[in-house]
Every structure is written in C-alpha cells, then in structure tokens.
C-alpha cells in the first residue's frame, strides 16, 4: 500500500464499518436515526423551525400541506409542523418523566423486598397485588380525577401506574442474587450490609431496569398521549401531541392534516423505542445466556 493511500484507511474502515451495520440491522438504524431527530426537537425544537407554534392566524386557516406549511396549518391559523416538533418536548419529557419516577420507585421497593423480606417483603407485595390488579391507563386516569389535570399530575399518575412492572422483577432478581455464592462470600470478608448491597447486590438487581424503562416508555408515550387527548394533560394552548389531536377531531373532514400527522409522529416514535429497546432486551439476553 502507498503512503498517500494511508491516511485515508481509517475513513474507510468507518465507512465499511457504518455499512455493515445499515445492512445487518436497517429497522434499527432508521428507528436510532427517528429518535435522533426526535431528541433534537426535545431539547432544542428552535433548530428546527423559527414559527411559534402558538400564535394564531385566522386568515391561514385550514391551509393543506405546501411550501410554506410542510404539515399544513390548524383551525387557528398555527403551523402544524411548529406544533409538532414543540410538542415533542411536552410528550417525550412526559413518558421520560413518568418512567424515571416509576424505575427509581419501583427499584427500591424491590430491593427493600427482596433483602428486608418478613412483614415488610408481604406489605410491599400486596401493594403492588393492588395497583397491579388496576390497567395502567385506567389507574392513571383514576389518580388524576383526585389529583386534577395538568403536567403534573399527569407524569405522577402515570409514573405510580408503572411501578409494579420495575418492582417485581428488581424483587425477583434481588431474591437470587442475595442467596448466589459470590454474595455469600463477600460475607465472609466481613463486609458491612451497606457495601454489601451497593457493591455486590445493587447493580446486578437493576441491570434490567434501563431495558424494561426503555421498552416501557413508547407504552408511557401513548398513555400520555391518550390521556391529554381526554383533556388529563397539558391545557391548551400547549402543542402536546395527545391535546392536538383532540382539536383536531372536529376538522378530520375538512382538514385531515390537522390530526394525522401528530398521530403519524406518536406512531413512529413508539415503533423506534420498542426496536431498539427489543434489540437492547435481545443482546443483554444473549450476553447473559453466554
């Protein structure tokens, strides 16, 4: 090889590198791709339009897709792409939210079940045996009649909804690995409980919790996204893609653009999430398998 093709190797080798994978793995190249752009309009939507996705203008009302309007523009006069992409910001902070609260919630109760046990694991149990006997969206939708709507109270709803699915397997997990022999030999160095557990018991009790938060979150999305549709979230004017497509429900027959789109951009976030987190479940999977 000559020296002036030298320098060139390692772009090449990146390229070949970044074309194997677009050919092993399209669906999850393009779902990484998706939510890029969708986590660029999470924290700076300003990078991708200039229009206030708030101010209204009756006299570009009801306008069809075109140049000037790539998503057309509602029954007010507002851009529907503007409104799409600040909107992100509302939705995907929500389910991230919600899902924090649930996996930090829930890990804990699982881990103070599964090293407590006695009394406090039989407790613990059967507060979970009661929120899960109650569906997410239907738990959710019956702790913000109490508490009343709002972002709030939204993301806390939701959040509670979710804490058995992170509880019971950081229980379960937990339950293994205090009786493994590594555990039990760790013991026998004469290690305090505190090391013990943050050392030893803690991080391999929570490997799956990053797996089962991501997977989980398009389902949070949705749920959102369904509640504010029935007016539980995020009050008007606010672009949140659940409340768009409740305004757009009366103009579905004469401006179909209003609705469909942020329907299309919910649908397509949640498929990306749920392949790449499947993807993440498999490998860890096969890693622990191995």
Do not use: C
Request: hydrophobic share 50%.
């Amino acid at each position: 090889m000559s020296l002036s093709s030298a320098p060139f190797e390692p772009t090449t080798i990146r390229q070949n590198r970044l074309r194997h994978i677009w050919i092993a793995y399209p669906a999850e190249t393009i779902s990484a791709l998706f939510l890029l752009v969708i986590a660029l309009a999470t924290l700076w939507p300003q990078l991708l339009t200039s229009i206030d996705p708030i101010v209204a203008d009756p006299l570009q009302s009801q306008l069809p897709p075109s140049a000037e309007h790539w998503f057309g523009t509602d029954h007010l006069g507002r851009d529907v792409l503007a409104r799409v992409i600040h909107g992100t910001r509302y939705s995907v902070l929500i389910g991230v939210s919600a899902i924090g609260i649930a996996a930090i919630a829930g890990s804990f109760l699982g881990l103070l079940s599964g090293l407590v046990r006695g009394i406090v694991d039989e407790a613990i149990s059967r507060f979970l045996d009661v929120v899960s006997s109650f569906p997410d969206l239907l738990l959710a939708l019956v702790l913000i009649s109490f508490t009343g709507p709002g972002t709030l109270n939204l993301i806390f709803a939701l959040g509670v909804a979710s804490v058995p699915r992170f509880a019971r397997v950081v229980r379960a997990q937990t339950f293994v690995i205090a009786k493994s022999g590594y555990v039990e030999q760790a013991k026998t160095f004469g290690l305090t409980r505190f090391v013990l557990v943050t050392r030893h018991v803690l991080p391999h009790a929570i490997a799956q919790v990053p797996i089962l938060a991501t997977i989980g979150l398009g389902t949070t999305i949705i749920q959102a996204a369904g509640l504010s549709f029935l007016g539980m979230g995020p009050q008007p004017p606010a672009p949140e893609w659940g409340a768009m497509l409740a305004e757009a429900r009366n103009y579905l027959r004469v401006a179909w653009w209003i609705g469909v789109w942020p329907g299309v951009v919910i649908t397509l976030t949640v498929i990306s999430i749920s392949i790449l987190g499947r993807r993440w479940q498999q490998a860890f999977e096969g890693r622990r398998q191995s």
